[in-house]
């Protein structure tokens, strides 16, 4: 749900930025947003970054997100492989085509 623009703080390189907050659980947690400066995930409220307690409930969020992250970066890969072994073959069988009007 759509909580508004807040201000973040990246745990990795401690930028400061405003983004969106969108809760993820309805426990006030939000979706990390992509640190601008580092484009790491482990990102979180700034207001909340100095509570121990809440760098630990946010480092479950971090490693869910990042796990996310990696699984649609995975398939993302996946249909790119096959997207140009298509190409591959359709540059190949174009060839033949050519091949054969060559010859005529
Ligand atoms: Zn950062």
Request: net charge positive.
């Amino acid at each position: 749900m759509y909580r508004g623009v807040t201000t973040f703080k990246c745990t990795e390189c401690q930028q400061i930025f405003e983004a969106d907050f969108y809760d993820c659980d309805n426990h006030w947690h939000a979706i990390p947003p992509l640190c601008p400066n580092c484009g790491r995930l482990r990102t979180m409220p700034m207001l909340l970054a100095d509570d121990e307690g809440q760098r630990h409930d946010y480092l479950h969020i971090w490693e869910e997100c990042e796990r996310i992250a990696k699984e649609k970066e995975e398939k993302r890969l996946k249909s790119e492989a096959k997207w140009l072994a298509n190409e591959e073959k359709q540059r190949k069988i174009r060839e033949k085509i050519r091949k054969r009007k060559a010859k005529k």
